[in-house]
């Protein structure tokens, strides 16, 4: 389980020129204040994932019904996730995005579309692997360029497949 004191209560990411957006990053209570927020960005992630699934070609993608174990995240992220650490970032007081940590692999990263090209992801991602010691693992979707150059410019690396679904890249990043 990942060390949710890593972060403490709160991270800042003052804005500057290199960063973008001024973020606040805090581990989420699934269970409590934030399952609304995380839930709603989780639903915006893996809608959006389908639909890009679908638009290449995957099988069994459908944009009308998300598969039982998304649903499940989005009704009770709390339950669905439970073991793993899901972070949450604002912007101002306005969730703009989610990333989440389960054992030494980072899932559902994702950033809001208005809040893109700030900066909100690559502080997502640094909160993320600060939770992890050692090896950090993450898959990528390879049509998803713009996240690959992000994961590449934090030092990951792709490496021989874990997953065996096709289009997915695996990467890792040693600690």
Known sequence: MPNRRAL???VWSP???DNGAVVRIRVADLCGADASDCATLLERYLRDTEAEKLA???PGASTDRLPARY???IRDPGSALAGATMLLAFDDELPVG???VSGDEIKRLFVSELARGQGVGRQLLEAAVALIPGETRL???SWRTAALQLYQ???FVQVESWDGRGGLVCL???G
């Open 8 to 10: 403490g209560a709160t």
């Open 15 to 17: 804005a500057t020129e």
């Open 56 to 58: 290449h070609g995957l």
């Open 71 to 73: 649903r499940a995240e």
């Open 98 to 100: 989610i990333a989440v």
């Open 139 to 141: 898959t990528v979707w």
């Open 153 to 155: 410019r934090a030092g």
């Open 172 to 174: 890792t990043r040693r």
